[in-house]
């Protein structure tokens, strides 16, 4: 099954597919559809209403408000930790990253070359240092929260793939996170340079920042912002949103050469939940 799994997505219209699923996420009519599809997600996945901010799915005015809900005040506490977790979900793989090299999953790795569109200024400054990579589930929130306090220097959407990003297409497609679509933020921290990538995945109908709303899927190319002068200055403190995604999917932090280092008990599929302490 997962063979076809994966032969299936080779040949699917991946992205006509997505912005397709992005369109019918967003009608708010006919409501008796739009309500039914909303209860259907939250008993299938197990979707816990009772943390949101407005826990009765028929005030959502379509699927995508739903999916991107809010939490109600103080369910998601953040810790004094130097760096706290982004997002509910679980982690994909975490470690040092390998010169320029990040691994994937069971023998598969990919470059921080590859993932950040082949920009050496930046690939330079995350050498030796850390990664994180954190998977997004249907049934989770999915907003993503600053770790760490910082200021937003630049951002760069990278055109791409649209494969799943669940673990059975992590273990079995080369270079996932490096070939699909993808939004890279960087920040400038008391840690040093950071990276947030927040990728894209099949039937993802976009992603937004809070600075900017939605930057995906804008035209298939390469687009690059520089947030580094005023009035485009942005500064976000350490658990504040910083973007989001219409449906589920991964983000991945890099941090640089003496970062603090991930608590131990982080492995591969351990379940992080938005604020709680992710490093030393």
């Not at 920009?119 to 929260?145: C, E, M, W």
């Not at 937003?152 to 793939?161: E, K």
């Not at 990276?195 to 930057?215: F, H, P």
Request: net charge neutral; glycine share 8%.
């Amino acid at each position: 099954m997962d063979s076809l799994f994966i032969a299936l997505q080779h040949i699917v219209p991946q992205h006509l597919l997505s912005r397709f699923t992005g369109w019918l996420a967003e009608r708010r009519s006919p409501l008796w559809l739009k309500n039914w599809v909303i209860r259907r997600f939250i008993a299938h996945f197990g979707v816990d209403m009772s943390e949101a901010a407005e826990p009765d799915p028929t005030r959502y005015g379509n699927f995508n408000a739903f999916f991107t809900r809010a939490l109600r005040d103080g369910v998601r506490p953040i810790d004094d930790a130097p760096l706290v977790c982004p997002a509910d979900g679980a982690i994909s793989q975490l470690g040092t990253i390998n010169e320029h090299s990040i691994f994937q999953a069971k023998g598969r790795h990919y470059s921080t070359w590859a993932l950040l569109g082949g920009d050496a200024a930046r690939v330079a400054q995350f050498r030796n240092g850390r990664f994180a990579t954190i998977y997004l589930s249907p049934r989770d929130y999915h907003r993503v929260h600053m770790p760490v306090a910082g200021r937003l220097t630049s951002s760069c959407y990278i055109p791409g793939d649209l494969y799943s990003v669940n673990n059975v297409t992590a273990e079995n497609v080369d270079r996932l996170f490096a070939r699909n679509e993808r939004l890279v933020c960087y920040f400038d921290t008391q840690y040093g340079p950071v990276a947030m990538v927040l990728v894209g995945a099949m039937i993802v109908a976009g992603i937004e920042t809070v600075w900017s709303g939605q930057v995906a899927p804008p035209p298939r190319q390469m687009v690059q912002a520089n947030y580094q002068a005023a009035p485009d200055a942005v500064e976000l403190a350490k658990g504040q949103e910083m973007g989001r995604f219409k449906l589920g999917s991964t983000v991945i932090l890099l941090l640089p050469e003496g970062a603090p280092d991930w608590l131990n008990h982080f492995t591969a599929g351990t379940p992080t939940r938005l604020g709680e302490a992710l490093a030393q």
